[in-house]
């Protein structure tokens, strides 16, 4: 059995942030992945203002540096939003949206976790954990003083919380997404699309990449029968003439999204989950790499304190998740039934609600409002 300060399953946004905040402060950290990196995960990739500034603050990676890694792939200040292919918003925010390549982001990230003292291993896949911290792998067993479980939305980690499974299935959306070329699509794509009135509980997007385009589709499960079919009615919608031979020549992949799983209480004996792992995605947008990267730093924080201190991480944590993201993923909840509520009964309020109140929600969107009631949001990063 190999011991260490810190075991850490998964190696995404939320697990690397938490590994590098843990070796920076000197802990002996364990961060295993059940992947080999760069590996592929399948998102949209668009970064927020609170991410930007958040990745600078405490990853030290400002947008020069992420560019350098290969990670950023479009910055655009441009946004529009659609109902079933008419325009009902279009214009251009203060701060501008970053979207970057998931292979590259994520890999730049694990580096600085290595290089911050982390051991990192790789195609290591967890198949059980015990609250006191055991892991078993298909590389042997491990166990650390405290475990932190950032193994994404169908964390094997979580499984051990005993939560209920119904509860966690009632609220996740499936989303798919496939990148095409531009010109499969018949308008050019310089920003980044909303399109309400495909789903309903859900929206469509439309991402410029500089491979192409992407194409996505997200809703809660519970509210739609067949992705596939509402995606070629999406394609056909944005004017795509063969919406089934694009899905046949560009793979429709798909990926379960936390659509408002927030865990109240992510703790449990030895255990701290951090990002889609304890469901902190928000459930308007599906945005989940800001929540990943602040609940990673969060659990980080909180372990390295505990260890240092000798007590338990729990209180802290829940503290920070109680303070600075329930609030969001309450805020967010609340007003995806609004917008959803308005699109059902009358688009052309949806349309009105944009031009009003376009430039508040463009600031909750970056984080500089909060969703809870809009109110200045003070992060503490
Ligand atoms: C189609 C789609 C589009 C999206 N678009 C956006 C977007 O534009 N912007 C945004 O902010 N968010 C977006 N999201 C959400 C975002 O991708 C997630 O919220 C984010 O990746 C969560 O990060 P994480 O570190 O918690 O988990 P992940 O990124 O999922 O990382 C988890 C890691 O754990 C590893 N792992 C899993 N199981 C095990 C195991 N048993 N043992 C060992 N390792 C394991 C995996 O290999 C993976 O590397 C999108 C999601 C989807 C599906």
């Known amino acids: 059995m190999q011991l260490a300060d810190v075991v850490i399953a998964g190696a995404g946004p939320a697990g690397s942030t938490a590994a590098l905040t843990l070796a920076r402060r000197g802990f002996d950290v364990l961060l295993m992945d059940k992947a080999s990196f760069p590996r592929s995960k399948l998102c949209g990739g668009l970064l927020t203002w609170k991410t930007i500034r958040l990745l600078e603050r405490i990853h030290g990676s400002t947008p020069t540096v992420l560019t350098e890694s290969g990670a950023v792939d479009t910055v655009t200040d441009g946004y529009s939003v659609c109902h079933r292919g008419h325009p009902l918003a279009l214009g251009r925010f203060a701060y501008p949206f970053h979207l970057i390549r998931r292979s590259a982001f994520d890999n730049h990230l694990l580096n600085l976790a290595r290089m911050s003292g982390a051991q990192v291993i790789q195609d290591c896949n967890v198949s059980h954990c015990s609250p006191d911290g055991t892991l078993c792998t298909n590389r042997g067993h491990f166990r650390g003083r405290f475990v932190i479980g950032a193994d994404g939305v169908n964390s094997t980690i979580r499984k051990c919380f005993g939560l209920s499974r119904e509860r966690w299935m009632r609220n996740l959306a499936t989303a798919v997404e496939i990148t095409a070329p531009q010109e499969a699509i018949p308008h050019a794509t310089d920003r980044p699309e909303l399109h309400a009135g495909i789903l309903p509980a859900g929206y469509g997007w439309v991402f410029p990449s500089r491979h192409g385009v992407i194409l996505g589709l997200c809703g809660l499960r519970r509210h739609a029968e067949n992705f596939r079919h509402a995606f070629a009615d999406f394609l056909s919608i944005l004017g795509v003439t063969d919406p089934r031979g694009l899905i046949c020549s560009h793979p429709l992949h798909g990926h379960p999204i936390p659509y408002g799983n927030a865990l109240q209480n992510p703790t449990h004996g030895n255990i701290l989950l951090a990002g889609d792992a304890g469901g902190y995605a928000d459930p308007l947008l599906g945005e989940g790499i800001f929540y990943a990267l602040l609940t990673g730093w969060y659990a980080g924080e909180a372990v390295a304190e505990a260890l240092e201190r000798g007590f338990h991480p729990g209180p802290a944590y829940r503290e ?39 430039n508040v929600l463009a600031e909750m969107v970056h984080g500089i409002r909060s969703y809870d009631w809009c109110r200045r949001k003070r992060w503490d990063f």
């Open 320 to 358: 920070r998740i109680r303070g600075f993201v329930l609030p969001e993923m309450r805020g967010a909840n609340r007003l995806r039934w609004l917008l959803y509520g308005l699109n059902m009964i009358n688009p052309t309020n949806l349309g009105r609600y944009f031009r009003m109140r376009g």
